[in-house]
Structure formats: C-alpha cells, structure tokens
C-alpha cells in the first residue's frame, strides 16, 4: 500500500490512485529513527480528493486519515457483500480486498478456529464410538467363551475409566 519510491512517475493520479509515501532512512543506520530527508506523502483518491504532507507527523496523520477515507469513499463502488450480500463500499482488510462488511469479515476470518474447533469434537465421539465398538466385540467373545457376565465386565473395565464405560 505504501511505496518508498520517491519515482514521481509512480506519484499517484487521478486515473491511478492510492497513496504514496516516501520516508527515507539513513543506508548507515537502517533502524535509526532520525533520518536527514523529510518524509513526504502524496495521495490521490478516486474520489478526487487529493493531499501532500511533509514531515513525519504530517505523514502519519495522512496515512490515517486516508486508511479512515477508505471504506466511507463515495468514489468507490457498492457492491454486494461477499458474505451477507447487502451492498456496501467497505473491503476486506485482507490482501484481496473482496467486498465484506467489517463485521462480515471479522466471523468469516474467525471461521477456521471454530471448525477446528468442531472438527476436534468430531474426531472425539469418533474415537468414543470406536472404543465402545471394541468393547462391544471383546464382550460378545468373552460371553462365548464362557465367561461370567461379572468377570467380563472386569475384564473390559479395565482399561477404561468409569465415565468413558460403554452402556453395553
Ligand atoms: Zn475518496
Ligand atoms: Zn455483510
């Protein structure tokens, strides 16, 4: 979103908008936070408006407000909502940038934990199921072996704890 180059053929325009900032830092000390140049920042909407900062402060604070200008810029198109459908200028603060409520988007993103979440719940009745079918198959090959109904029940009980015992 923010380009360093200074190229003023990449300065933004009317037919190419966006924000431009250039904040150059000294090649000597990469991580000082006192540079010789002045930061600049020169951006063009597709609305038409248009800024220029000087100086550090001014540029944060263009860079702010046209982070804020974005989703309520009445240049920019309405379009459904990827995910509710109900038109809005808003974007997905994504890379792609597909159009989504804020709102929209923040469950969207959520999504993953929870099927994760689900999916783990899955795998444990699954696992559960598979334990009460062993148990199941041990019963039925203990009784025909002739076993006494309580010996059995020792025998499967024995590597389960009481509240993962199956009701056969
Ligand atoms: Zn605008
Ligand atoms: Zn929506």
């Not at 003023?8 to 991580?31: K, M, N, S, Y």
């Not at 951006?43 to 550090?56: F, I, K, L, P, S």
């Not at 240049?75 to 597909?98: D, I, Q």
Request: aromatic share 4%; net charge positive.
């Amino acid at each position: 979103m923010h380009d360093v180059n200074p190229d003023p053929r990449l300065r933004p325009t009317l037919e190419c908008p966006g924000i431009q900032v250039f904040a150059p830092v000294h090649p000597d000390r990469p991580f000082a936070h006192i540079s010789p140049a002045v930061p600049v920042a020169v951006c063009v909407c597709r609305c038409g408006a248009h800024a220029t900062a000087h100086g550090a402060e001014a540029v944060a604070a263009l860079v702010a407000k046209w982070t804020a200008h974005q989703p309520e810029c009445p240049g920019r198109a309405v379009r459904p909502c990827e995910h509710c459908g109900e038109p809005t200028r808003c974007r997905s603060t994504g890379l792609s940038g597909w159009p989504a409520h804020a709102e929209c988007y923040a469950v969207w993103a959520d999504r993953p934990v929870e099927q994760r979440r689900r999916a783990h719940q899955i795998d444990r009745i699954k696992a559960r199921e598979l334990q009460r079918r062993k148990a199941a198959r041990l019963h039925e090959q203990l009784t025909r072996q002739g076993y006494a109904p309580d010996v059995i029940q020792l025998i499967i009980t024995g590597g389960w704890s009481s509240e993962q015992e199956p009701a056969a």
